[in-house]
């Protein structure tokens, strides 16, 4: 695997390509059937998530979760929604992921459909760079028995459906006790989820090359309460203690697990990684300045 700023020349040895999209967008559709030719004609075998393939006519489509097992490679066509939901369920896996932006932001999906093929003739001939990103693994508690295990490549969050009320989080880190956050919500997120919701929350960037964990309160009653920032070594723990309805645990926006009174959320690092494939037409802070329209009037 490929680090971090650190490029290599030698080839790489790839086979079989994944494909994902966002398949209710038609460019996308087109450009996924573009890449399908384009791969063949390189000898290299294009899997194609089945989804996408019932709207491209083809055959042999393979189911999501199964993808990730048969591929060197996964190629996102969509935005960062579609890439997060992707990484998941690469998960354990830890294939690479070129991500092609066509949609509206692209913190994630940061090389554009014009740049496609010169990123993929990149990392075939090993001269690419690969951001590893921090995942999460979130379990959930219930008297005492697990209810269930998940991942997430952005946050989890916990928050309310019900209006005008506030929920109360006991909070602890590796044990120790934090705070109650009275508050409507709360978020655990990555670096990578930092420019995400929490960014909404007043929480900060985080550079993510950095491996910690944030902690940033949603809307709380208390003015102390801040986001905190705390080493991805440790485990943090969550246990509801509101008994009201309507209280879910969000991953990534996309994946939500209602809530009951005394359930607890474990949250700590994961033990794999996400593999993002480079463009290396921008960096980081470029990407920031241009997504945040830093230095505009």
Same mark, same amino acid.
């Given at each position: 695997?490929?680090?971090?700023?650190?490029?290599?020349?030698?080839?790489?040895?790839?086979?079989?390509?994944?494909?994902?999209?966002?398949?209710?967008?038609?460019?996308?559709?087109?450009?996924?059937?573009?890449?399908?030719?384009?791969?063949?004609?390189?000898?290299?075998?294009?899997?194609?998530?089945?989804?996408?393939?019932?709207?491209?006519?083809?055959?042999?489509?393979?189911?999501?979760?199964?993808?990730?097992?048969?591929?060197?490679?996964?190629?996102?066509?969509?935005?960062?929604?579609?890439?997060?939901?992707?990484?998941?369920?690469?998960?354990?896996?830890?294939?690479?992921?070129?991500?092609?932006?066509?949609?509206?932001?692209?913190?994630?999906?940061?090389?554009?459909?014009?740049?496609?093929?010169?990123?993929?003739?990149?990392?075939?001939?090993?001269?690419?760079? +690969?951001?590893?990103?921090?995942?999460?693994?979130? #379990?959930? !508690?219930?008297?005492?028995? %697990?209810?269930?295990? /998940? &991942?997430? $490549?952005?946050?989890?969050?916990?928050?309310?459906?019900?209006?005008?009320?506030?929920?109360?989080?006991?909070?602890?880190?590796?044990?120790?006790?934090?705070?109650?956050?009275?508050?409507?919500?709360?978020?655990?997120?990555?670096?990578?989820?930092?420019?995400?919701?929490?960014?909404?929350?007043?929480?900060?960037?985080?550079?993510?090359?950095?491996?910690?964990?944030?902690?940033?309160?949603?809307?709380?009653?208390?003015?102390?309460?801040?986001?905190?920032?705390?080493?991805?070594?440790?485990?943090?723990?969550?246990?509801?203690?509101?008994?009201?309805?309507?209280?879910?645990?969000?991953?990534?926006?996309?994946?939500?697990?209602?809530?009951?009174?005394?359930?607890? +959320?474990?949250?700590?690092?994961?033990?794999?990684? #996400?593999? !993002?494939?480079?463009?290396? %037409?921008?960096?980081? /802070? &470029?990407? $920031?300045?241009?997504?945040?329209?830093?230095?505009?009037?």
């Amino acid at each position: 695997m490929l680090l971090m700023d650190e490029p290599e020349g030698s080839g790489v040895d790839m086979k079989n390509v994944g494909i994902y999209a966002k398949v209710q967008d038609p460019r996308c559709r087109e450009v996924a059937g573009e890449l399908i030719e384009w791969l063949k004609e390189r000898g290299l075998r294009p899997v194609v998530e089945v989804c996408l393939s019932r709207y491209l006519e083809c055959d042999d489509g393979v189911d999501a979760d199964e993808l990730p097992a048969m591929v060197d490679l996964v190629v996102v066509l969509g935005g960062d929604g579609t890439l997060i939901s992707a990484a998941r369920r690469i998960g354990v896996r830890e294939v690479p992921i070129l991500g092609i932006n066509l949609g509206s932001l692209g913190f994630l999906t940061e090389t554009p459909v014009s740049g496609l093929y010169a990123a993929l003739e990149s990392y075939l001939s090993g001269n690419c760079t +690969i951001s590893d990103r921090m995942m999460l693994t979130v #379990t959930v !508690l219930r008297e005492g028995k %697990e209810l269930g295990v /998940f &991942e997430a $490549l952005n946050d989890a969050v916990i928050n309310k459906g019900a209006p005008a009320k506030i929920i109360n989080l006991d909070t602890s880190v590796d044990g120790s006790f934090l705070a109650t956050f009275k508050a409507d919500g709360l978020i655990l997120a990555t670096p990578t989820g930092s420019t995400g919701y929490s960014l909404s929350a007043f929480g900060p960037i985080i550079d993510p090359s950095l491996d910690c964990l944030l902690i940033t309160p949603i809307c709380s009653h208390t003015l102390t309460n801040r986001p905190l920032v705390v080493s991805a070594d440790t485990e943090v723990n969550v246990t509801l203690d509101s008994n009201m309805e309507n209280v879910m645990l969000t991953l990534d926006g996309q994946v939500g697990v209602p809530l009951r009174y005394r359930d607890i +959320i474990k949250v700590k690092r994961a033990d794999y990684r #996400t593999h !993002l494939i480079l463009s290396g %037409e921008t960096d980081y /802070f &470029e990407v $920031l300045r241009t997504k945040l329209k830093w230095g505009e009037r």
